[in-house]
């Protein structure tokens, strides 16, 4: 079973937090609280991988800012069909996992940018390769993904 709600468990008592399912939400600061179901599995490399990279857009997202595309902005421009709020929880994850470092220039109207860390730099090349495979193996691809 679940656990239940336990407002000890939130960040400040003070807060106005609305439960859903095993999500908190903050309804001041709508930030969002994650109670994972299953642990994270550090016995194997590729399951640390997938923890960081496992994101519908976080792979482009890395792309991007790597092809010097760092603004919120400019991204979701470049990602149109991702909603604004998914990009800006992809990018948190990827600050949070050391893929990407935020730059918040504290300037009226608010400006922020993103690069990618070392660890992050380092993912370019398993991009590439990645992109190369399907490249060569489009023909199949296609038939088997596109209907």
Request: glycine fraction near 6%.
């Amino acid at each position: 079973m679940g656990q239940k709600y336990n407002p000890s468990l939130l960040p400040s008592s003070t807060d106005k937090f609305v439960r859903i399912k095993n999500q908190y939400i903050c309804m001041e600061t709508s930030s969002f609280m994650y109670k994972r179901k299953t642990p994270v599995s550090v016995d194997c490399g590729l399951h640390l991988f997938m923890e960081v990279v496992n994101g519908k857009w976080k792979i482009n997202l890395i792309w991007c800012i790597y092809n010097g595309i760092i603004r919120p902005g400019e991204l979701q421009r470049r990602i149109p069909n991702a909603s604004r709020r998914v990009l800006e929880t992809q990018l948190k994850q990827l600050v949070n996992n050391g893929i990407l470092s935020k730059k918040d220039y504290e300037t009226k109207p608010p400006k922020v940018e993103y690069s990618l860390t070392k660890l992050g730099e380092s993912l370019i090349p398993i991009i590439k390769s990645t992109a190369k495979w399907g490249e060569e193996n489009r023909g199949e691809l296609e038939k088997l993904v596109v209907k």
